[in-house]
């Protein structure tokens, strides 16, 4: 039986309400995800001169998702007022261990999704939020019956897997971006190593990692984001995932990284050709987000899973349960462009 997680919304409106005020006070620098990081290389590229080479590196090497969302009359309605400029980004990855080149998209479109995540760029452009969803969510899949989360991507692609987030959070999703866990070995190397700060001590194939921080290189880094039967659970797989990605975004937001052209041109090229995107995420399109988000920072962007009722059993199948409840604050949250408050109650009551 696996460890049993719970993770809960705040039963009361005061408590999200008290959330708000004092989210400034209390933003905290979080774990961040991969398309962030990518977006803060672009923006850096804008301002030392070099965009055209790093934009023609992007578009290059990245491979389109052809049919990324489902049929119109499948989706949430087009929200309206002041949270229509909100952004929802859906980030999948997958443990394909195959390169997502062009003659791989069908690989990719028919592996199951290790990671899910949605990152939600406020309408004001003032800070991102990332939901992360567990991969064993008990949820209803676009055929209509019952299945986890991550068979969506298996059985429908990028559209399937769409249509369940959208139907999870009852908000558009705009853009996804896919990227494979062999990505994270040359990004690694790219930025000269990242050092995370580990949690559970194991060995594995005589590579050793302590309790504290630890160095990974690009062969330590994808043993480390891979890792699950040895630390416990794939709560704890989520959580080195997710710390191995603050690494990266601090690497990257560092004056030694953003000061060096060829170390920033390097982590696009190195990213690139193991990310899939929607045919809508282009180069200028990124580039044009980054500038939106010039003056977001590391601390702006907060990291939270999304509330649960924690694990259980359908059958002899482990799943992370949902109740209505939850998923009604959670569809609130993402329609009214609110998703700070809710990041700050899961926080609170975790």
Known sequence: MIESTRVTA?????????????????????????????????????????????????????????????????????????????????????????????????????????????????????????????????????????????????????????????????????????????GFKGMTDALGGVTVNNTIEWQRRGEYFGIGPVELNGERALMYVRERKLTGNDFNRAQQQQEFLRAVLKKTLSGQTLADPGKVYGLVSAISPFLAVDGGLTAPVIVGLATELRDLRASDVQFFTMPNSGASFVGDQAVVLVDDPTRALVAESFRGDDVASLAEAVQKSS
């Not at 009361?12 to 620098?29: F, K, L, P, Q, Y």
């Open 10 to 182: 705040a039963p009361a409106r005061s408590r999200v309400e008290g959330s708000r005020r004092s989210r400034i006070r209390r933003r905290r620098r979080r774990r961040i995800i991969v398309a962030v990081a990518v977006v803060a290389v672009l923006l850096a590229s804008a301002v030392g001169g070099y965009l055209f080479a790093l934009a023609g590196a992007y578009q290059d090497n990245v491979t389109a998702i052809p049919d990324a969302f489902p049929d119109e009359s499948l989706r949430p309605q087009v929200i309206d007022g002041p949270a229509a400029d909100a952004m929802n980004i859906l980030l999948v990855g997958s443990d394909t261990r195959a390169e997502l080149g062009s003659s791989n998209v069908d690989e990719v479109r028919n592996s199951l999704a290790d990671v899910i995540m949605v990152a939600h760029i406020s309408a004001d452009r003032q800070n991102v939020h990332v939901m992360s969803i567990p991969r064993d969510t008990w949820v209803e899949q676009p055929s209509g019956s019952m299945g986890k989360i991550n068979w969506s991507f298996g059985s429908g692609g990028a559209a399937g897997l769409v249509q369940t987030v959208e139907k999870l959070i009852d908000a558009r999703i705009d853009h996804v971006a896919a990227i494979d866990f062999e």
